[in-house]
């Protein structure tokens, strides 16, 4: 598939606010976000399906981050809110084109830096 590309890493305050948007045409199933700290292992963080209609989160978020996606399937984005310096990582966008081919396509990835 068509390479990904992140956007909206960036530098923040705890308790600040970014939005990640990932370009990511014609994916067909669904689209993630993930994310991986110096030292440790990547992190599922969320999921949505090509409709729209399910969303899945990984357990830190308790609430503070939404994903969402425009109508045409081209963009999927991430709405981190109260953001902690726990959540400094590379974050990455990924899509699967179908439930049977797993993620199958990768962005480069984005980095937030969480300060207190």
């Known amino acids: 598939q068509a390479q990904l590309v992140e956007s909206g890493g960036g530098s923040v305050q705890a308790g600040g606010s970014l939005t990640l948007s990932c370009v990511a045409h014609g994916w067909t199933y669904s689209a993630g976000w993930f994310r991986q700290a110096p030292g440790k292992e990547r992190e599922f963080v969320a999921v949505?399906?090509?409709?729209?209609?399910?969303?899945g989160y990984g357990d830190f978020v308790k609430g503070r981050f939404t994903i969402f996606k425009d109508y045409d399937k081209n963009s999927v984005h991430l709405q981190m809110n109260d953001l902690k310096p726990e959540d400094t990582a590379i974050y990455s966008c990924a899509t699967a084109s179908s439930m049977y081919s797993g993620w199958d396509s990768w962005g480069q990835g984005t980095q937030v830096t969480v300060s207190s």
């Open positions: 949505i399906n090509s409709a729209g209609s399910s969303t």
